[in-house]
């Protein structure tokens, strides 16, 4: 089992910034690939961005591309999400993921919400106008 928990939502506004936390209770929280996705209500959860175990790799939606960086900090069982320039279009529930099965290395399946197994319960980003 995975806890994911994230933190760093809240209320912004249009072109401020946002960091939001994902820290996983894992010893192997390295060799997870993690993602983050967004969700706004009566619509599907959409992929955001996502970065590989070993931090070579990272993965943006073109909507955010320029805009927001992820990162991980091994060390600290850690996942980043450092949002820029937000716009009201941004606000949604932001929520973690974790692929601990080695899902999201192949094919599209990084932009996919099955390929992670582990999920936290989502924080809140709301950007005003």
């Known amino acids: 089992q995975v806890q994911l928990v994230e933190s760093g939502g809240g209320l912004v506004q249009a072109g401020g910034s946002l960091r939001l936390s994902c820290v996983a209770s894992?010893?192997?929280?390295?060799?997870?690939?993690m993602g983050w996705f967004r969700q706004t209500p009566g619509k599907t959860r959409v992929f955001v961005a996502a970065?590989?175990?070993?931090?070579?790799?990272?993965y943006y939606a073109d909507s955010v591309k320029g805009r927001f960086t992820i990162s991980r900090d091994n060390a600290k069982n850690t996942v980043y999400l450092q949002m820029n320039s937000l716009t009201p279009e941004d606000t949604a529930v932001y929520y973690c993921?974790?692929?601990?099965?080695?899902?999201?290395?192949?094919?599209?399946?990084?932009?996919?919400?099955?390929?992670?197994?582990?999920w936290g319960q989502g924080t809140q980003v709301t950007v005003s106008s």
């Open positions: 993921a974790a692929d601990t099965r080695k899902t999201t290395y192949y094919g599209d399946s990084v932009y996919q919400t099955d390929g992670y197994d582990y």
């Open positions: 894992s010893r192997t929280f390295r060799l997870y690939a």
């Open positions: 970065v590989s175990w070993s931090s070579g790799i990272t």
